[in-house]
């Protein structure tokens, strides 16, 4: 591809996986090696790069491009993923208060506040893409979340993943 030769006039990884993950969303659906090819390389960056938001952004967003080439990788992602997203949510309910609302009565409010409340909500905005994947381990990988609420949500999510017909490509992603 005549566009991988601008790849390293990204200076941060965080641009250069984006970048390639851009590719990879771009290109023919009959490409479907190069696609993987491409998203395999923004997936190496995206392990090197230093935890925190950034990176949980960008596994996100290999984890919806791998599930819409049906390569179950998207979906080995989030189940990495959610362990620390439980640990994270346990964290921001004992801190709740303190800079962000998470909570409202007790309970995980569905909003995008905070980066973490903005992490969940794209999350469950992509719910469909894994539903789509393989359905069986979505519905698994929901049940893994440790709040109540937070499950429920994700379980209807991939309901109205299913309902909603198959996921579009991604444009700008």
Excluded at 78 to 86: A, D, F, G
Excluded at 122 to 141: E, I, K, T
Aim: hydrophobic letters at 40%; glycine letters at 6%.
């Amino acid at each position: 591809m005549e566009e991988l030769k601008h790849i390293n006039e990204f200076p941060q990884a965080k641009d250069r996986a984006m970048f390639l993950i851009s590719l990879a969303n771009r290109a023919s659906l009959s490409e479907s090696k190069t696609v993987l090819k491409l998203l395999d390389q923004a997936s190496e960056i995206v392990d090197s790069m230093k935890s925190g938001s950034e990176k949980d952004d960008a596994h996100l967003r290999l984890a919806v491009s791998y599930c819409l080439q049906k390569s179950d990788r998207g979906l080995a992602i989030m189940e990495s993923m959610v362990p620390r997203l439980n640990e994270l949510v346990a964290a921001a309910a004992k801190l709740d208060g303190y800079g962000t609302r998470y909570l409202r009565d007790g309970e995980w409010n569905m909003t995008a506040e905070g980066q973490l409340g903005s992490f969940l909500t794209s999350l469950s905005g992509h719910s469909g893409y894994f539903a789509w994947c393989d359905f069986d381990r979505a519905v698994s990988l929901a049940a893994q979340f440790e709040r109540t609420e937070i499950r429920m949500m994700a379980q209807l999510k991939l309901a109205q993943g299913i309902l909603a017909g198959p996921p579009k490509r991604l444009k700008n992603y």
